[in-house]
């Protein structure tokens, strides 16, 4: 049981890496280390309610991430549509191979970004989960809080529209 102060320390141990990593990649970086710790101070309060019966605790964790990034999602949405209009950040180096290669990405970038954006906020969670976190179907389920069934409808829709925007 993770209630015990040491067991959540090495809970935070090793998950806090992912869930930063996870939160970065749906929001700005510079968020992310704040976002993170804010995930496990709200799992160390919640940690009496977690239920190891549901499922375990990294989903557990990509849940309350997921759930703190929604409260983000126009801003979410607002830096998708940027990056669709101006392409990836800026490379810090100036190599000229760099800025060949960074063009041809930028384009893929740019449609990728773009079609994110057009998805809903469900079917955007879903992908993002499975993408970026790396979690199985009934991992993503757990996370939010949804049937296995409703994760592989999300899933399919929106590579349906991604096909449809991406080629």
Known sequence: MITAPDVFEA????????IRRYIGRRLDPDVAEDLAAE?????FRQREHFDSAMGGVRPWLYGIATNLI???R???VRRY??????GPPP???GHDQRIVDRLSAGVTVDRLAGALARLSKGERDVVLLIAYG?????EVAVALSIASGTVASRLSRARTKLREVLG
């Open 74 to 76: 126009r801003a979410e």
């Open 81 to 86: 549509r940027a990056m669709a209009r101006t």
């Open 134 to 138: 790396g979690l199985r179907y009934d």
């Open 91 to 93: 490379d810090d180096e």
């Open 11 to 18: 809970v935070f141990e090793a998950h806090y890496v992912e």
């Open 70 to 72: 929604g409260r983000h």
């Open 39 to 43: 995930t496990f101070l709200i799992a």
